[in-house]
């Protein structure tokens, strides 16, 4: 009963731009959209942000749905509200929170998914599980034990598969709705370990990995994958993770399939990149670290001995 408008973007984060968020605007436009109408977000991460951000902004706010169909943007960007385009001086530095109407998310759309993509997901996943509690983190790791993410597309057969895979990113989702609840702007005096900012684990060599490779070499859930293997290596020398616990971290990133290689980066290119990142504090940066599994610890570069980091 409604009177759809259809307008397609091009794919990937060289899109998420200004470019882009004005014609998504020039189109809300010249479709006549009023107060009254939606905008919808099919799609993955990229096309969520820039719808929310078009809608956050069209008419100083309209509503929008999110209908997320890749994994990382099923458990992770289409949960809370975040919207952004990517600039010349960052990415995701522009933006506004802007919360969607609703997110309706269909398991079936991860059937065609590239296998690249569904281990970027399952890298948030892990992120997640790892910072939420020990039954979340065992739930994405029985999972990712039985369902290899190269081999994806044939367990949409068996009937069981499906019931498993919704009630992961059940869980996953509401973990992440949890945290934004009660801490939906991210505050950024809150340092505590249910504040927003924990969703940022493995995120500063993430960000790091991303920016000097030019947003080109790895999808972002790749990049925390292994931000993910070096926090949980630092939260090891400072904040007492158990040699154990990051054994376990380790094979469980790996569960979620190969990561691009990163050989060629060089460790005096990441640190320069740090100081880029947009979780620096005044002038100290901030790292989401690990005292185990289902109790990150915000600490900034100051308490971590430089040594540590290179
Ligand atoms: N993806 C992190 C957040 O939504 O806060």
């Given at each position: 009963?409604?009177?759809?408008?259809?307008?397609?973007?091009?794919?990937?984060?060289?899109?998420?731009?200004?470019?882009?968020?004005?014609?998504?605007?020039?189109?809300?436009?010249?479709?006549?959209?009023?107060?009254?109408?939606?905008?919808?977000?099919?799609?993955?991460?990229?096309?969520?942000?820039?719808?929310?951000?078009?809608?956050?902004?069209?008419?100083?706010?309209?509503?929008?749905?999110?209908?997320?169909?890749?994994?990382?943007?099923?458990?992770?960007?289409?949960?809370?509200?975040?919207?952004?385009?990517?600039?010349?001086?960052?990415?995701?530095?522009?933006?506004?929170?802007?919360?969607?109407?609703?997110?309706?998310i269909d398991v079936e759309t991860l059937k065609?998914?590239?296998?690249?993509?569904?281990?970027?997901?399952?890298?948030?996943?892990?992120?997640?599980?790892?910072?939420?509690?020990?039954?979340?983190?065992?739930?994405?790791?029985?999972?990712?034990?039985?369902?290899?993410?190269?081999?994806?597309?044939?367990?949409?057969?068996?009937?069981?598969?499906?019931?498993?895979?919704?009630?992961?990113?059940?869980?996953?989702?509401?973990?992440?709705?949890?945290?934004?609840?009660?801490?939906?702007?991210?505050?950024?005096?809150?340092?505590?370990?249910?504040?927003?900012?924990?969703?940022?684990?493995?995120?500063?060599?993430?960000?790091?990995?991303?920016?000097?490779?030019?947003?080109?070499?790895?999808?972002?859930?790749?990049?925390?994958?292994?931000?993910i293997l070096a926090a949980?290596?630092?939260?090891?020398?400072?904040?007492?993770?158990?040699?154990?616990?990051?054994?376990?971290?380790?094979?469980?990133?790996?569960?979620?399939?190969?990561?691009?290689?990163?050989?060629?980066?060089?460790?005096?290119?990441?640190?320069?990149?740090?100081?880029?990142?947009?979780?620096?504090?005044?002038?100290?940066?901030?790292?989401?670290?690990?005292?185990?599994?289902?109790?990150?610890?915000?600490?900034?570069?100051?308490?971590?001995?430089?040594?540590?980091?290179?």
């Amino acid at each position: 009963g409604f009177e759809v408008f259809i307008w397609k973007m091009g794919d990937g984060e060289r899109y998420k731009n200004f470019r882009s968020l004005e014609k998504a605007l020039r189109f809300f436009s010249e479709s006549g959209l009023t107060r009254s109408d939606a905008a919808i977000a099919l799609g993955g991460g990229v096309v969520g942000d820039l719808t929310g951000f078009a809608a956050s902004i069209y008419l100083r706010g309209i509503a929008f749905l999110q209908i997320p169909t890749t994994l990382l943007s099923m458990i992770d960007s289409s949960v809370g509200g975040k919207t952004s385009v990517n600039s010349d001086f960052g990415k995701n530095l522009i933006g506004t929170f802007h919360q969607p109407h609703g997110v309706l998310i269909d398991v079936e759309t991860l059937k065609t998914l590239p296998r690249r993509e569904l281990t970027a997901g399952f890298c948030e996943a892990v992120k997640q599980g790892t910072i939420a509690n020990k039954e979340l983190f065992d739930q994405t790791a029985d999972f990712l034990e039985k369902y290899s993410p190269n081999k994806f597309k044939k367990y949409f057969s068996q009937p069981e598969f499906s019931e498993k895979l919704n009630k992961l990113i059940r869980a996953q989702v509401n973990f992440k709705a949890e945290i934004v609840t009660n801490d939906e702007r991210e505050i950024f005096e809150r340092d505590d370990s249910r504040s927003r900012k924990i969703l940022n684990f493995g995120h500063t060599l993430a960000h790091a990995l991303e920016k000097v490779t030019d947003y080109k070499h790895f999808k972002h859930g790749e990049a925390v994958g292994y931000g993910i293997l070096a926090a949980g290596e630092i939260a090891k020398k400072v904040a007492n993770l158990s040699q154990n616990e990051l054994n376990l971290l380790n094979y469980v990133v790996s569960l979620t399939g190969k990561l691009p290689n990163c050989n060629h980066i060089k460790a005096e290119q990441i640190i320069e990149a740090f100081a880029f990142d947009k979780k620096n504090v005044g002038d100290s940066l901030q790292w989401i670290l690990l005292e185990a599994i289902g109790k990150p610890k915000i600490v900034t570069n100051k308490d971590i001995p430089p040594r540590v980091i290179s």
